[in-house]
């Protein structure tokens, strides 16, 4: 009758937990209804309007991110256009998939209402962090990551067969090209699936081809898409030239501070607890895989090194699949022994999530009040108003900041030069990479003048735009041909002078 009842109180408290957690989402889903497509979603949505126009990418725009991700912002730009309501359509619709490809995940690993708390806690994690991190590459790169993983498990559960493996492969190779750091977890995937092959008595050298093989199938078509339209040297020119030599190298803050917060270190003590509970099989690849995922999530946002929140969706994503295991009832437990310790361990697991649970509604509430996106937003439309009285039809516009895509979005504008920013040009600025850069930007401006210029401000101790003195040739460049024509609230329009 005792371990009854300690089941009941537990199953209950689980319920509790779902309700709780759904409840909170569904107020994080309220307050997200009116969030504006801004910061890097926007710009991604630029440069695919600029692939849909006819550029070329990498040669016509200067950016790092992988073709994968273009490819996803152009199949919704096809879908629904450029506007904000389809944008959080499909952010919600990728949020809404990710959280119930969990589900399907933790479900044999426990009863219906622990593995609705894996998708529940990531979609918490998620709308919690603002419209900031609305369809960041990260957070869009974990539903090909777990579909891989769930690909892998059920091979594994069904004898090591060959199907699951494949699509698990063309996911995760598909994966790699929205970021290469993927490749990490494809690797572990070929391992597991070589595992699992091996168990079931199967060439293992078959099971690791097949993930390995078919991850190959997506870069394989979109390097040569690049190098059949003309960009696949200046995307190699840029990784090793910009990308690896400086960018890597540029930080905001000691990345692994960040873990030290509090609602890391709830999810890595649920999750600790769900990596030492017993799985019954033929379930325990699943929870290999999702403690590969932890280790491939820490790897993800190390060696970015930027100490960014959105380099944490993997780890976060693979933590709550964790916690679901922690939460699973004792009769889901392989073996008999140690089971008090085993109930101990749920109970403490279902206190660890409920306060996991209060501090990010927390987090999330605070993030909700913060007026800087909202404010980032006004700048936007501001800078269109302003601009949209200076241009004439077919004239160009130069943007110097973050969020000059998202103006140059909203105008349907082309730039005279691939820069969608001015960062790049003021770092390692004695290095001739970085010398020759600077040069080809001036050189389309020189060539192609845009009727106006706009500045964002930028970091710096000499006021909000003393960078641009230390580039002489765009100061000289904007004190001749240009004129300060609207000073903003967080941005400068130079418009050209007329001839004379």
């Known amino acids: 009758m005792v371990n009854v009842t300690g089941r009941s109180w537990k199953e209950r408290a689980s319920q509790a937990l779902v309700a709780a957690s759904a409840g909170l989402l569904l107020y994080f889903f309220w307050r997200s209804l009116g969030w504006p497509l801004i910061h890097d979603a926007a710009l991604m949505h630029y440069i695919a309007w600029l692939i849909g126009e006819g550029a070329v990418p990498y040669r016509d725009t200067f950016d790092s991110n992988m073709p994968g991700a273009y490819l996803i912002h152009l199949a919704v730009l096809a879908i ?57 590459r990260d957070f869009l790169l974990c539903l090909f990551l777990l579909a891989g993983a769930y690909g892998v498990a059920r091979s594994s559960e069904r004898g090591g067969r060959l199907p699951p493996l ?36 199967r060439s293992w050298l078959a099971g690791a081809a ?26 190699f020119l840029i990784l090793t030239e910009w990308t690896l030599p400086f960018y890597s190298q540029v930080g905001s803050r000691s990345s692994w501070h960040v873990l030290v917060s509090l609602p890391w270190v709830l999810l890595a003590g649920t999750a600790l607890l769900g990596a030492l509970r017993p799985v019954r099989e033929p379930h325990g690849m699943r929870r290999a895989l999702a403690l590969a995922g932890v280790g491939y999530g820490l790897l993800h946002f190390g060696v970015q090194a930027k100490g960014y929140d959105y380099h944490l969706y993997p780890l976060a994503l693979f933590l709550c699949l964790l916690s679901a295991v922690a939460l699973a009832p004792e009769s889901r437990d392989a073996g008999s022994e140690r089971a008090g310790f085993r109930r101990h361990a749920r109970a403490l697991a279902i206190g660890l999530v409920a306060v996991t649970i209060v501090v990010l509604g927390g987090r999330g509430v605070a993030r909700l009040g913060e007026p800087w996106e909202a404010s980032r937003a006004e700048r936007v439309d501001a800078v269109v108003a302003d601009l949209r009285k200076l241009l004439a039809p077919g004239e160009t516009v130069q943007v110097l900041g973050p969020p000059g895509g998202h103006v140059l979005l909203r105008l349907r504008l082309k730039q005279p030069t691939r820069f969608f920013t001015d960062f790049q040009f003021y770092v390692w600025t004695g290095d001739p990479r970085i010398q020759a850069l600077r040069a080809e930007f001036m050189a389309g401006l020189e060539a192609r003048p845009p009727a106006a210029i706009v500045a964002f401000p930028g970091r710096g101790a000499n006021g ?12 000289q460049l904007l004190d001749r041909r240009y004129a300060i024509a609207v000073e903003g609230n967080g941005y400068r329009i130079y418009a050209k002078r007329p001839a004379t």
């Open 80 to 136: 629904g256009g450029t506007g904000d309501v389809t944008w959080r359509v499909f952010e919600r619709g990728w949020l809404g998939a990710t959280s119930a490809l969990a589900y399907l995940y933790c479900r044999p690993l426990g009863d219906r209402w622990t593995a609705a708390i894996a998708g529940l806690l990531f979609a918490i994690h998620h709308q919690g962090g603002g419209p900031s991190l609305a369809g960041q």
């Open 166 to 201: 494949l699509a698990a492969g063309l996911i995760l190779g598909f994966a790699t090209m929205v970021t290469p750091l993927a490749g990490l977890y494809l690797v572990a995937g070929a391992g597991a699936a070589a595992l699992g092959r091996h168990r079931a008595g």
């Open 210 to 235: 097949a993930v390995v093989g078919a991850g190959l199938v997506a870069p394989a078509l979109m390097f040569g898409w690049l190098a059949w339209i003309g960009g696949l040297r200046e995307l």
């Open 464 to 475: 909000p735009y003393g960078r641009l003195p230390e580039f002489p040739a765009l100061d």
